[in-house]
């Protein structure tokens, strides 16, 4: 009798769960090092209704990533190409000493604060993203990517 319910509970259990994320993805970043010109595009899906959200923009760094924070442009783009929303995102990494902020051993997992994204019925929209730092190279991080949740 306990067995024959346990699966079924556990299907609708599994089944009532829904995730609020709309898009996450990551890119990697050239081994060589993130040059200030290097910009990093990602194509949002398009949807059926418009979409209000919130923005996460995550970075991927080695446990020698050399700096304390990182500063990031964030733009978003119609589907002409068009900035519609432009946000610098100061992104802390180390403490003083140049202790990682979070932990692991040899990659770090970083998240931003929020950002407030709309996606228009039917349009396309991508996200850009590349450093303001004063140096021209960046090593250390290893890869950037964003979630678009509800």
Not at 129 to 139: D, G, N, Q, V
Request: glycine share 8%; aromatic share 6%; net charge neutral.
């Amino acid at each position: 009798m306990c067995r024959s319910l346990f699966f079924p509970l556990i299907g609708l259990f599994l089944s009532s769960c829904t995730s609020n994320t709309l898009y996450h993805s990551y890119k990697p970043l050239p081994k060589e090092g993130w040059e200030r010109s290097d910009t990093v595009c990602f194509d949002l899906p398009r949807v059926e209704d418009d979409f209000s959200g919130t923005l996460t923009i995550g970075l991927r760094t080695t446990a020698h990533v050399g700096i304390q924070d990182v500063v990031l442009a964030v733009e978003q783009c119609d589907g002409t190409g068009a900035v519609c929303r432009c946000d610098t995102v100061r992104y802390p990494l180390a403490d003083a000493e140049g202790n990682a902020l979070t932990g692991g051993v040899n990659i770090h997992q970083y998240e931003t604060q929020r950002l407030p994204l709309l996606l228009r019925k039917g349009k396309s929209t991508s996200v850009r993203i590349h450093h303001l730092m004063r140096h021209e190279t960046l090593s250390g991080i290893t890869e950037l990517g964003i979630r678009l949740t509800h």
